[in-house]
């Protein structure tokens, strides 16, 4: 075969695969990136799959938690009784209280009502210090807001003491609106 005639065929040829690979080439990039994204999600899914067990104990851990934690809740205020431990832990501590506000909000967590007290506390700070860890000890569920401490007078301190103490929440919980169609009669006698 004469070479003068392959050589217009092969530079069609060739001009053919550059222009295949012309109009391939940014799909194969695009595919190429998109493999590697694939791969970059499938290996954090294989560790969150991984992971699964270990956070479905801890779940269970904290659904137990915090069912014991709402058991352990007051089913009302008692703030008499809140008062009277609040009181008698100062006394035994050399603090003294004053005046008291109580402000009742809805709380975070579902079921639970949260009960802000503002108290006004004096004392030395080592015996407000001890006061506010001695509360903290209390069986009944404290959190602490905030303190704000002043100098007084003779080395004693002032300030406000902000606490909350929980109870379940007596307002019964709604149930979820349903998402069920209901039927709808069409037509026919009644």
Excluded: C, H
């Excluded at 009784?81 to 003294?96: I, N, P, S, W």
């Excluded at 959190?143 to 406000?160: E, P």
Aim: proline share 6%; hydrophobic share 40%; glycine share 6%.
């Amino acid at each position: 075969m004469n070479q003068k005639a392959l050589l217009p065929a092969f530079a069609v040829s060739l001009l053919g695969v550059l222009g295949v690979v012309k109009v391939t080439w940014p799909m194969v990039q695009t595919a190429r990136t998109e493999q590697t994204r694939l791969r970059s999600e499938i290996d954090r899914l294989s560790a969150d799959a991984a992971a699964l067990p270990v956070e479905q104990q801890r779940e269970a851990e904290l659904r137990r938690a915090d069912a014991e934690l709402q058991q352990s809740l007051p089913d009302s205020e008692e703030l008499p009784r809140v008062l009277d431990t609040l009181q008698l832990a100062a006394q035994r501590l050399g603090v003294t209280t004053g005046k008291l506000s109580r402000t009742v909000r809805v709380s975070d967590v579902a079921g639970v009502t949260a009960v802000d007290l503002d108290l006004d506390i004096s004392g030395t700070y080592a015996r407000t210090q001890a006061y506010v860890q001695t509360i903290a000890a209390l069986p009944r569920a404290f959190t602490a807001r905030g303190i704000s401490l002043s100098a007084g007078d003779d080395g004693q301190v002032t300030g406000v003491l902000k606490l909350t103490t929980y109870t379940r929440d007596s307002t019964p919980v709604k149930a979820p609106p349903s998402t069920t169609p209901t039927a709808i009669p069409t037509g026919g006698t009644p």
